[in-house]
């Protein structure tokens, strides 16, 4: 079982940044591939970002391309999200996601919803424009 909270958002204006962190209990942190996704009224939940647990492989939707990073650090049991060049479009509820991945899928990065296991309960960024 993993536990996991995010921390981070707010409001922020158009161009700015925020860092968005899922602190995940249990002590297999680093055999789960992590993932961020978001929700905005209205709209279907979507995939922004994914990181594999070896941390060596990330992927992103073309929409955050450039403007936002994943990372984690296994020693803190933590995955981060940097978010630069905000837009009022990034506006949503933002939500980490984890799943247990096997040693010989260390560096495998997951992009759909139905590839995760535990969710965490999500977090409010909203962007002014």
């Known amino acids: 079982q993993v536990q996991l909270v995010e921390s981070g958002g707010g409001l922020v204006q158009a161009g700015g940044s925020l860092r968005l962190s899922c602190a995940a209990s249990g002590r297999t942190f680093s055999t789960y591939a992590m993932g961020w996704f978001r929700q905005a009224p209205g709209k279907e939940r979507e995939f922004v970002a994914a990181i594999s647990y070896s941390g060596g492989y990330t992927y992103y939707a073309d929409s955050v391309k450039g403007r936002f990073t994943i990372s984690r650090d296994n020693a803190k049991n933590t995955v981060y999200l940097q978010m630069n060049s905000l837009k009022s479009e990034d506006t949503a509820v933002y939500y980490c996601?984890?799943?247990?991945?096997?040693?010989?899928?260390?560096?495998?990065?997951?992009?759909?919803?139905?590839?995760?296991?535990?969710w965490g309960q999500g977090t409010q960024v909203t962007v002014s424009s």
């Open positions: 996601a984890a799943r247990f991945a096997p040693t010989y899928s260390r560096d495998t990065y997951y992009s759909t919803e139905d590839s995760y296991d535990y």
